[in-house]
């Protein structure tokens, strides 16, 4: 039972790059969304989807871009990374009961 | 500022002590949730509550519903050091926002 998959777990990048953060569920649920998690700043909520083919935004999706073209899969792409944007990373789903089921998170620094 | 406040931000006991640890919003939530993150992984859910004046116990763990449903507070008896961690309240609002956390530390 995998749960919420997320991958890569560490990653450098230099300003200006780009690149997918991976996020994978089995439990079926139609809701998953990105956070980001800062000290001092707990988590906020990047992206949202309440279904495939479905998104919207969070409190601060800007610079981030998301997809869902199928249940399992929602991918976060950083189309320029930014030093601002060195965080920790956090895919979740939803229980129909309001449960959130969280990843391991993605650890991501831009130099 | 944050939807959720959650105060005190840093809580550091000895083992056996009591703490309570308070989340707070001016808006009325349907329903509150608490996490517990440990480092290096997610957040995992404690409890929701979600009538007025609710009062729920997990262990050594009492959680608290305001009875206008603004606020919640987390007492934990007896803390050990299994208690560290950090605890996460959170609400609906579109979709689910969370408090900054308060970072709980027992020493042994």
């Known amino acids: 039972n995998a749960g919420v998959t997320q991958t890569p777990k560490f990653q450098v990048l230099k300003t200006g790059q780009s690149m997918t953060l991976q996020c994978a569920q089995d439990m079926n649920h139609e809701y998953m969304s990105w956070y980001r998690q800062d000290p001092g700043m707990g988590l906020r909520l990047i992206h949202y989807s309440v279904g495939a083919g479905i998104t919207d935004q969070g409190e601060v999706p800007n610079g981030y871009n998301v997809s869902r073209s199928t249940t399992e899969d929602f991918p976060l792409r950083l189309l320029s990374a930014a030093p601002s944007q060195t965080s920790v990373y956090f895919c979740a789903s939803r229980r129909m009961t309001g449960e959130l089921f969280f990843g391991e998170g993605s650890r991501l620094t831009v130099l | 500022t944050q939807l959720l406040e959650q105060s005190p931000q840093f809580l550091s006991i000895q083992e056996g002590e009591n703490l309570t640890v308070y989340c707070n919003s001016s808006?009325?939530?349907?329903?509150l949730q608490w996490y517990r993150q440990e480092p290096g992984e997610g957040p995992v859910l404690l409890v929701t509550?979600?009538?007025?004046?609710e009062v729920k116990k997990l262990k050594r763990l009492t959680f608290q519903f305001g009875d206008a449903r603004k606020d919640s507070s987390l007492h934990i008896t007896a803390a050990q050091t299994g208690d560290t961690g950090l605890y996460l309240c959170?609400?609906?609002?579109?979709?689910?926002?969370f408090g900054a956390g308060t970072r709980l530390t027992v020493k042994p």
């Open positions: 959170a609400g609906p609002n579109n979709d689910m926002r």
């Open positions: 509550v979600v009538t007025g004046g």
């Open positions: 808006s009325v939530f349907s329903s």
